[in-house]
């Protein structure tokens, strides 16, 4: 759990709280919206967390 709040820390640098609430929101429920933005961004936010190791997808935002 802290290698995930490290990689939010480090990738997206979010604060050290911001890092931990959005881990502990996926241990809990399984997934957290780390970003938001356009498909073209996401899809690379993607395939960094694949790089770290970590499980990730992304959505269409409801509108």
């Known amino acids: ?3 995930v709040a490290y990689v939010f820390r480090s990738y997206f640098g979010v604060t050290a709280e ?3 609430r959005l881990m ?4 809990n429920t399984g ?3 780390v970003a ?3 498909r073209e961004a996401m899809e690379r936010h993607v395939e ?3 790089g770290y190791g970590l499980w990730a997808t992304l959505a ?3 509108s």
């Open 24 to 27: 502990l929101q996926v241990h």
């Open 48 to 50: 960094a967390m694949h």
């Open 1 to 3: 759990m802290s290698y």
């Open 18 to 20: 911001e890092a931990e």
């Open 60 to 62: 269409r935002a409801d």
């Open 31 to 33: 997934r957290a919206v």
């Open 36 to 38: 938001t933005g356009n």
